[in-house]
């Protein structure tokens, strides 16, 4: 059975800076690649971003471009979220899934931790 | 940006059939996929590639895309069927992952 589970979300100050942690069992983490997707309080799914088995492609929202950094470390089975300068606005639950190719459905999701930006 | 079009709202009678739609132009020419997602749980793929059904997910989720609208039908419609439902797919040119605004759906 696939099981991902996210960690590290909390409450942090505007300007703050936050590190997600996604850990995967069940599944050969190495061949699988991984996407970060976040929901605001009340709100839909917001893709935030990804990358490939080998970290070779990363993609990032142009609304987190510059600011969070994705990483991944397959000896460990787990997916990282840097999240720096962080903004109100970025409080959300955040959701580790991974997909085949980029035009694949996310097929598998972790139940998410909640970042909370606020003073 | 690249925008899918979901409406906020579908409400259907338990037995009746809903049909959520999805809508950008030429959408039919990209894979469409369909995500439900409960009351406070993460979301799942019930259908995926427009019109596929991933293991365990009932035959009365389908979906279709065709021109400027992709369709998720659920037949038979339960009262375990209240969700949020989400449309999604991928954006080569801006090399994005795009989900629609998602739509609540109510059983009366």
């Known amino acids: 059975e696939v099981q991902l589970e996210e960690s590290g979300g909390g409450l942090v100050k505007p300007g703050g800076s936050l590190r997600l942690s996604c850990a995967a069992s069940?599944?050969?983490?190495?061949?699988?690649?991984m996407t970060w997707v976040r929901q605001a309080p009340g709100k839909g799914l917001e893709w935030v971003s990804s990358i490939s088995s080998s970290t070779t492609n990363i993609y990032y929202a142009d609304s987190v471009k510059g600011r969070f950094t994705i990483s991944r470390d397959n000896a460990r089975n787990s997916m990282n979220l840097q999240m720096n300068s962080l903004r109100a606005e970025d409080t959300a639950v955040y959701y580790c899934a991974t997909y085949g190719n980029t035009s694949d459905p996310l097929d598998h999701w972790g139940q998410g931790t909640l970042v909370i930006v606020s003073s | 940006s690249y925008v899918l079009t979901q409406p906020p709202s579908v409400s259907v009678a338990p037995g009746q059939t809903a049909r959520i739609p999805c809508g950008r132009d030429n959408i039919g020419s990209k894979s469409v996929h369909w995500y439900q997602q409960m009351s406070g749980q993460a979301p799942v793929l019930v259908v995926y590639?427009?019109?596929d059904r991933p293991s365990g997910i009932p035959e009365r989720f389908s979906g279709s895309n065709s021109g400027d609208t992709a369709t998720l039908t659920i037949s038979r419609v339960e009262a375990g069927d209240e969700a949020d439902y989400y449309c999604q797919v991928w954006d080569r040119s801006g090399n994005h992952w795009v989900f629609g605004g998602g739509t609540k759906l109510t059983v009366l």
């Open positions: 590639d427009d019109s």
């Open positions: 069940g599944i050969t983490f190495r061949s699988y690649h």
